[in-house]
């Protein structure tokens, strides 16, 4: 009676190992399936496929045409953005907020007009002693009258009051000089020690001369994807690519209201999933450079029992453009070499297939415990 019981048990295993099998290869995507095999994912040159409307992805396979072309699109984006920043500094020009300090020499009665700081230690936000000049861009001074200033260098608004206080004083000696400069300033955000407002002085503000009164780069910074926003258009600096260029980054001057942001490397990170020792988001270095092996290394290395190592696939997608796949065969280790210079770009997606024996196994070890609970309850029953 046991005899007949486990053979008929184990002729539903067999029918349940069947149909799991035709279950599967009726599937349209199943888990695991290679890419290049999917009828609606088109190989990108000599497939002999027709594009699906619905999927239609290419899948380009890693050669040292492609990571060329690659790294010449990407060059020109980069070089294209410093590019456009690029320009000369100019002179400082007075604005509303700056505090002047004005003296007329042999004239001591002249400097009660700037006031006296009745405090010697002033609060961070406290003007110093000075003319302001005020929301119409004008300053006042004794026997002068209101003087336009803003737009002006200094030596302008002094040859101007000079001219003014020559009808009452005989060849006036006047130096100006800026006490507080509050007009003008940029704001520093991000991977820097000392985030917040930095005030543009008579020292032109370069994106050197930002990140440095910002307190330098922190370790988390990515240097590779430094962000400045100008009158609401984002231009995206690459100081290690500007550098390779032999382009200087000094010649990037900041102006009133910009915003840098540098990004943190984290936030550029790399997805790397599949048949992996440790699945893991991969993290670019401090010059934002990421390559597919790189990837891989975080990671742990490909599983030497589950994986496949000729299926090994980037995934590339940012919202706006069709999605490109891109596949390594890694079985062969002059393929580890291009995997050395494939670089890749923020939220891309490592996927190394797995083999068919590893699918299998993992349907079985689906299937087997209903079929042993099934056998196990049919002895109980008899």
């Not at 820097?192 to 330098?216: C, F, K």
């Not at 450079?289 to 995934?315: C, H, R």
């Not at 196994?361 to 042993?372: A, C, M, T, Y």
Request: glycine share 8%; aromatic share 6%.
């Amino acid at each position: 009676m046991l005899a007949a019981v486990f053979v008929r048990t184990v002729g539903r295993l067999g029918f349940l190992v069947v149909a799991s099998v035709m279950l599967l290869s009726a599937c349209a995507v199943a888990p695991g399936m290679r890419m290049n095999e999917h009828p609606n994912l088109p190989v990108a040159e000599g497939g002999g496929r027709e594009p699906s409307d619905a999927l239609a992805v290419p899948i380009s396979d890693i050669n040292l045409a492609l990571i060329q072309e690659m790294r010449k699109e990407a060059a020109a984006r980069s070089v294209a953005d410093g590019s456009m920043l690029f320009s000369a500094p100019e002179p400082y020009t007075l604005g509303v907020g700056d505090v002047l300090s004005i003296t007329v020499w042999d004239h001591p009665e002249l400097a009660a007009a700037q006031g006296a700081q009745s405090q010697p230690q002033m609060r961070p936000a406290d003007a110093p002693a000075g003319f302001i000049i005020d929301q119409t861009g004008s300053i006042s001074f004794p026997y002068a009258g209101v003087l336009h200033a803003a737009g002006l260098r200094p030596d302008e608004l002094q040859a101007n009051l000079a001219r003014r206080l020559a009808r009452v004083y005989q060849n006036p000696q006047i130096t100006i000089r800026i006490a507080s400069f509050r007009s003008r300033k940029v704001y520093v955000d991000g991977e820097v020690h000392t985030p917040g407002v930095q005030p543009i002085n008579d020292i032109p503000m370069t994106l050197y001369e930002a990140i440095t009164r910002a307190g330098g780069f922190t370790p988390a910074a990515d240097q590779s994807r430094m962000v400045l926003t100008r009158k609401h258009v984002r231009y995206q600096v690459d100081l290690p690519e500007l550098l390779d260029r032999g382009l200087d980054p000094s010649r990037i001057v900041l102006k009133d209201g910009d915003l840098l942001r540098v990004t943190p490397r984290d936030e550029n990170g790399v997805f790397v999933m599949g048949e992996l020792t440790r699945p893991v988001t991969a993290v670019p270095q401090s010059t934002g450079k990421l390559t597919l092996s790189d990837a891989l290394s975080q990671a742990g290395s490909v599983n030497a029992t589950t994986a496949n190592a000729s299926q090994m696939y980037v995934i590339r997608g940012d919202g706006e453009r069709t999605p490109r796949v891109y596949h390594l065969d890694g079985s062969s280790p002059v393929s580890m070499v291009l995997a050395n210079q494939f670089e890749l770009q923020p939220k891309d997606i490592v996927y190394v297939d797995s083999t068919g024996l590893a699918r299998f196994s993992r349907v079985l070890s689906q299937l087997l415990p209903l079929v042993n609970a099934g056998l196990t309850g049919a002895v109980v029953a008899k």
